[in-house]
């Protein structure tokens, strides 16, 4: 029987039984006495199991008191996706913090993740090395930027930031309340209620070049607008959808595409000849573009004809370079 095995039989014996001698568990499970110490202490101190000794009772029972703000639980055999990648991504990012005032409080995070980890039978290190997580076009924030729009967030308070435009190359001041952060395809975005423009607006994190905290209020938007506005369209750019792009992939790429989530209200049908259409709402066609025109010559645009065009016509304009670089 392997330890993982042990773990959960001493689990199941102990909610089973109101209290369970020493010998029962020693005979259940065929072991030392030394061997169920040691089970037992690690339950007690990496599971966070409220195992203890009724000596009236004489044996082992549920009850103890449970550290603050951690659950017993014993999670299962081996992990979902969700719950490895949650479990990966939450150790990655506390390996990454420099040290400073969180110090002490992430340690026993960090130790909690590994002895869930753990509980796989495998240690944590062999699981790190075997499972990676890669991040790609990830762009750093200025730390202090980043701070100080997470205490404007936070405290409700407005904030003066310089945002860097790429597209014009310059710099705009703004005065904006901030509303919610945004982790997006391993990046940093705000979403805001623009001072300037008056209106919603999403920005991204690094291309904030300054920051200020503001003595004056956050104007607050409620939750269900945030969402109509920002979330109801595709990808990061904000805006109430203004179209449904319709796209056919081929039967090859359609394999791939009938799987994927490219929105929370795309629709999508299998065509008699395999292959695949998708539809999705879009407010900012500028990531739809660039998600459609990855898959080359696998995809094409019925709808919208403004989508098709801009498309057919970026399509076009890498043709040309590759013919003028001959």
């Not at 905290?213 to 750019?237: K, N, R, T, W």
């Not at 660039?290 to 801009?310: F, Q, Y």
Request: one cysteine or more; proline letters at 4%.
């Amino acid at each position: 029987m392997s330890r993982t095995e042990r773990l959960y039989k001493i689990d199941q014996l102990l909610r089973r039984r109101r209290v369970v001698p020493l010998e029962v568990f020693l005979d259940e499970l065929s072991i030392s006495r030394a061997t169920f110490k040691r089970d037992l202490e690690y339950m007690r101190d990496r599971l966070n199991a409220p195992i203890v000794w009724d000596r009236e009772a004489g044996g082992y029972r549920l009850g103890g008191a449970v550290s603050p703000g951690l659950d017993y639980t014993l999670p299962g055999l081996w992990f979902s996706a969700e719950e490895l990648y949650a479990l990966l991504v939450s150790q990655k990012l506390l390996s990454d913090l420099e040290p400073g005032i969180l110090a002490t409080h992430v340690a026993p995070l960090q130790e909690r993740i590994v002895s869930l980890l753990e509980i796989s039978g495998k240690s944590s290190d062999e699981i790190m090395r075997r499972v990676r997580l890669l991040s790609m076009a990830r762009r750093s924030v200025a730390p202090r930027c980043f701070a100080l729009v997470a205490r404007a967030l936070m405290e409700r308070q407005r904030a003066e930031v310089d945002v860097y435009s790429r597209a014009r190359d310059c710099v705009d001041v703004r005065i904006i309340s901030p509303q919610r952060l945004i982790h997006y395809r391993d990046n940093w975005y705000l979403d805001a209620w623009c001072h300037w423009r008056n209106g919603l607006r999403t920005f991204a994190l690094d291309t904030v070049q300054r920051a200020k905290l503001l003595d004056q209020p956050a104007v607050e938007v409620e939750e269900c607008v945030l969402d109509e506005h920002l979330a109801s369209a595709y990808g990061i750019f904000a805006g109430k959808p203004k179209a449904r792009a319709v796209l056919r992939f081929s039967p090859e790429r359609a394999r791939w595409v009938r799987e994927e989530r490219w929105h929370k209200d795309q629709t999508g049908e299998t065509l008699p000849d395999g292959s695949y259409r998708l539809t999705v709402p879009y407010a900012d066609e500028r990531e739809l573009v660039m998600d459609i025109l990855r898959h080359g010559r696998h995809v094409l645009v019925e709808k919208p004809a403004s989508l098709r065009r801009r498309v057919a016509e970026e399509a076009a304009a890498v043709a040309q370079r590759y013919a003028a670089s001959r």
